[in-house]
T-cell receptor
Framework: GEDVEQSLFLSVREGDSSVINCTYTDSSSTYLYWYKQEPGAGLQLLTY?????DMKQDQRLTVLLNKKDKHLSLRIADTQTGDSAIYFC???????????FGTGTRLKVLA | KAGVTQTPRYLIKTRGQQVTLSCSPISGHRSVSWYQQTPGQGLQFLFE???????NKGNFPGRFSGRQFSNSRSEMNVSTLELGDSALYLC???????????FGPGTRLTVT
């Protein structure tokens, strides 16, 4: 079955790196995504990775994919207070726009 | 380009009523998907439309329905509202030949 799991909370100090982890079960997943949700807002697409890639870097964001363990991580370098939000990972299977979302990780950045 | 817009942003309805939510995708996007977000169940896929046709459907009862118009705007309807339908309803659009979905701000529905 399809299931995406994330830890619920993460707290880091401003300026440190944050690492948010996600595990998924659907081996047919083609794309894996990271979204950010701030209070009262919709979801903002941060980055995504194609399943045939191991790593993708985009400014302060680094995505690592371990297909063997079905593990995805998002590293935020030099975390700022504005990064405080809920981060969702999501997967989609080939040929479909149906996303399966994780439970979300609430990131709290301490000044 | 303007983002995905959803109307209304907030809605209060009574049990048993029906409701229609509207979504306007980013210009040029033809795929529109709907999701329900609740504290208990998280984000769950409702359905996806492309060129006025429903292509994918999630595991929701038949009270939840949708449609898409020729200009790609989409509506979703919930009939015979239940307290458990209280949620944030999110719409997302996607450009052709891409799997990146862009979300609107959502419509917060409260059923009393």
């Amino acid at each position: 079955g399809e299931d995406v799991e994330q830890s619920l909370f993460l707290s880091v100090r401003e300026g440190d790196s944050s690492v948010i982890n996600c595990t998924y079960t659907d081996s047919s997943s083609t794309y894996l995504y990271w979204y950010k949700q701030e209070p009262g807002a919709g979801l903002q697409l941060l980055t995504y990775i194609f399943s045939n890639m191991d790593m993708k870097q985009d400014q302060r964001l680094t995505v690592l994919l371990n297909k063997k363990d079905k593990h995805l991580s998002l590293r935020i370098a030099d975390t700022q207070t504005g990064d405080s939000a809920i981060y969702f990972c999501a997967e989609s299977a080939s040929g479909t726009y149906k996303y399966i979302f994780g439970t979300g990780t609430r990131l709290k950045v301490l000044a | 380009k303007a983002g995905v817009t959803q109307t209304p942003r907030y809605l209060i309805k009574t049990r048993g009523q029906q409701v229609t939510l509207s979504c306007s995708p980013i210009s040029g996007h033809r795929s529109v998907s709907w999701y329900q977000q609740t504290p208990g169940q998280g984000l769950q896929f409702l359905f996806e439309y492309f060129s006025e046709t429903q292509r994918n459907k999630g595991n929701f009862p038949g009270r939840f329905s949708g449609r898409q118009f020729s200009n790609s705007r989409s509506e979703m309807n919930v009939s015979t509202l239940e307290l458990g339908d209280s949620a944030l309803y999110l719409c997302a659009s996607c450009p052709e030949n891409s799997y990146e979905q862009y979300f609107g701000p959502g419509t917060r529905l409260t059923v009393t």
